[in-house]
């Protein structure tokens, strides 16, 4: 169709949802995204640790598979997300 994941659930209505699994190690955070009629259309597999009490990476692969690892050199696959304190 030529639309994004997120393009085409915000235009058929439809919604995001997150998944945590604090017990696996790396960590596991799943993007899920439901359509309108509370259908999964498809999930994005990611796997997560602290940095610190303000920081997380987060790596995923975009090709439907849970990276099992983080690697040694930082790629266009990992992020690192820093919560915003205000004041």
Known sequence: SG??????????????????????????LDIIFISNSCAEIT??????KY??????????????DRPLNFTSNEDENTIILIKKIDG
Request: hydrophobic share 30%; no cysteine; proline share 2%.
């Open 43 to 48: 999930r994005l597999k990611m796997i997560f």
């Open 3 to 28: 639309l994004s994941l997120t393009e085409s659930v915000s235009k058929n209505g439809g919604y995001l949802k997150y998944a945590v699994d604090t017990s696996k190690q790396p960590h596991h």
């Open 51 to 64: 940095l610190s009490q303000n920081q997380i990476k987060v790596r995923t692969d975009f090709n439907g």
